[in-house]
């Protein structure tokens, strides 16, 4: 059975930083590509970050320049780098898995940012 499991979230103020961990059980994870999703109160999900199998990686442009997305293979785990959070940052974040054809995800951690 696949599961992520994300981890790190909590709260924390405006300027300071967090690190997000998904572990991954149930999949080849060094296969999998690889995403952090957040979705805030009354809005869509969206895409944060994004690793590749390969390690190519790929950001919002929200988060540019403050978040730094990697993965360690060898511990089947994805991390999430944020520093100089925003208020705008607050949201549940969520960790995405896709391996061939199946898309999996994690039930989400709860970053605050207070102003």
């Known amino acids: 059975q696949v599961q992520l499991v994300e981890s790190g979230g909590g709260l924390v103020q405006a300027g300071g930083s967090l690190r997000l961990s998904c572990a991954a059980f149930?999949?080849?994870?060094?296969?999998?590509?690889m995403g952090w999703y957040r979705q805030a109160p009354g809005q869509q999900r969206e895409l944060v970050a994004s690793?590749?199998?390969?390690?190519?990686?790929n950001y919002a442009d929200s988060v540019k320049g403050r978040f730094t997305i990697s993965r360690d293979n060898a511990k089947s785990t994805m991390y999430l780098q944020m520093n100089s959070l925003k208020p705008e940052d607050t949201a549940v974040y969520y960790c995405?898995?896709?391996?061939?054809?199946?898309?999996?995800w994690g039930k989400g951690t709860l970053v605050t940012v207070s102003s």
């Open positions: 995405n898995g896709h391996v061939i054809s199946m898309y999996y």
């Open positions: 149930g999949i080849i994870f060094r296969i999998a590509d």
């Open positions: 690793i590749t199998s390969g390690g190519s990686t």
